[in-house]
């Protein structure tokens, strides 16, 4: 901003060394429409910077990776009690992959909760939810003494882009684009890989294509994309703390349960239905959506691959995919006076799955004794929050 201001006086101290050989009527004119130049180059730097952001960050538009960026650093800022973010990979093009950590530091090992967005880069609508998701929580537990027990139970991690070099590309060059950005194998003139064709499950045996140009092109070999790298490290070094796994994709209003692969039916497959059917009627109750559940060959279409699929063979109970709104009118191109009816009723469905996950891992009297105890304490200050 104060190079743009000293450029501005520059401008005027130039105009007034050539005024001398003008009328001074015209001099002052001058003078007068640079000052006015000046004002409001000053205004208009005010408006576009953090001065005014950080106040209100509008929830129901869609941002550029560098917006979303400065709100996770703003919800750290804002939260410090609860939030921390970490780094656990590179992008292709060497960006910082992060998460928000979210939940009390109780001082022991806590069971976890996995949520990723934007592993599809023209999904929009899921970045979007996972910023809902992370406010909407740290609005609850505030008040809500079922949400400040499950934060002390657990952490949630939540990363609201894991495909950052993808999403920026279909800001910047190419609204629809799907994969990554990673160079296809030596002759092929093609950019990507389908990250949700990626990871060690069943890699590259169905619903994938081995033509680097395709959109489900599979990798080269399991894992080979540094974003599932990441997300195999990270979630493989912590697998039996997680109880739960969402990965947020858009479109077709589905409630996805493993496996992609025809063949193979997951062991509690019964259990993933019935959590699933009421995290959908939980989802209807909201805005009258029809979420329909089950396994990929099912409902939508047989892959191998996904994120989902390595989650629930590494152990992990409850692996969802969800498919947001819409249906297929505007596919992948959701307006914008959508995203909010579309998290709420998502965040309904999200917040059934993971109090299912809880309660059935943590038993409810003593917990909620515990977590009674711990709604005074925040009340009174005494955990050391600073951000009531
Ligand atoms: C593929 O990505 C490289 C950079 O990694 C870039 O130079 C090239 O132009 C891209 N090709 C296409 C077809 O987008
Ligand atoms: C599933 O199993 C059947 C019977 O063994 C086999 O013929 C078929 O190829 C398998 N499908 C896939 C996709 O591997
Ligand atoms: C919701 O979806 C189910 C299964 O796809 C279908 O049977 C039912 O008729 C749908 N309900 C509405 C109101 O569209
Ligand atoms: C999609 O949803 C709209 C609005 O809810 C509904 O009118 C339409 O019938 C649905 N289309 C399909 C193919 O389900
Ligand atoms: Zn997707």
């Known amino acids: 901003m104060l190079n743009l201001v000293g450029l501005g006086f520059v401008v005027l101290l130039a105009a007034m060394g050539a005024a001398t050989v003008e009328s001074t009527l015209t001099t002052i004119l001058q003078i007068q429409s640079l000052l006015m130049l000046v004002l409001q180059l000053i205004a208009l730097c005010l408006m576009h910077f953090d001065v005014c952001n950080s106040v209100q960050y509008d929830y129901y538009k869609y941002h550029p990776m560098h917006e979303i960026q400065s709100w996770m650093a703003q919800i750290k800022n804002e939260h410090p009690d609860v939030v921390t973010i970490m780094d656990y990979g590179k992008t292709y093009e060497h960006r910082t992959i992060s998460l928000l950590k979210i939940g009390f530091d109780t001082g022991e090992k806590k069971k ?74 030596a002759g092929c003139a093609c950019n990507g890989t389908d990250l949700n064709r990626n990871f060690d499950a069943n890699w590259g045996t169905i619903g994938v294509s081995a033509d680097c140009c395709s959109n489900i092109y599979c990798g080269s070999h399991p894992v080979s994309e540094p974003e599932a790298q990441a997300v195999t490290y990270f979630v493989g070094t ?16 589905l409630l996805l349960v493993p496996y992609g692969h025809p063949n193979f039916t997951a062991s509690n497959y019964n259990e993933l239905m019935e959590v699933g059917l009421a995290a959908a ?41 969800f498919e947001l709104r819409d ?19 998502a965040y309904m469905g999200a ?36 951000s009531m």
């Not at 912590?238 to 209003?253: A, M, N, V, W």
């Not at 109750?285 to 047989?302: E, I, Q, R, W």
């Not at 891992?361 to 515990?370: L, P, Q, R």
């Open 112 to 185: 976890a909760i996995w949520m990723d967005c934007g592993i599809h880069a023209r999904e929009w609508i899921a970045p979007a939810f996972c910023q809902y998701f992370v406010r909407e929580i740290l609005n609850a537990y505030k008040t809500d003494s079922k949400m400040q027990e499950m934060m002390k139970n657990m952490d949630f991690y939540v990363t609201p882009v894991l495909n950052m070099d993808g999403y920026i590309y279909s800001w910047e060059e190419e609204r629809l684009w799907r994969k990554n950005r990673s160079p296809g194998p």
């Open 281 to 321: 009627e939980a989802i209807w109750k909201v805005h009258g959506k029809n979420y329909t559940v089950g396994a990929s060959p099912d409902v939508l279409y047989p892959n191998s691959g996904s994120s989902r699929d390595w989650a629930r063979m590494q152990g992990i109970p409850l692996a969802y995919t």
């Open 327 to 345: 249906n297929g009118t505007f596919g992948f191109e959701l307006p914008e006076n959508q995203i909010q009816p579309t998290c709420e009723e």
């Open 351 to 386: 917040l059934h799955i993971i109090t299912y996950a809880h309660d059935k891992t943590f038993s409810g009297a003593v917990a909620t004794v515990a977590a009674t105890l711990w709604t005074v304490l925040i009340a009174m200050g005494v955990t050391g929050s600073n």
């Open 238 to 253: 912590r697998k039996e703390d997680f109880l739960c796994f969402l990965t947020i994709h858009s479109y077709g209003q």
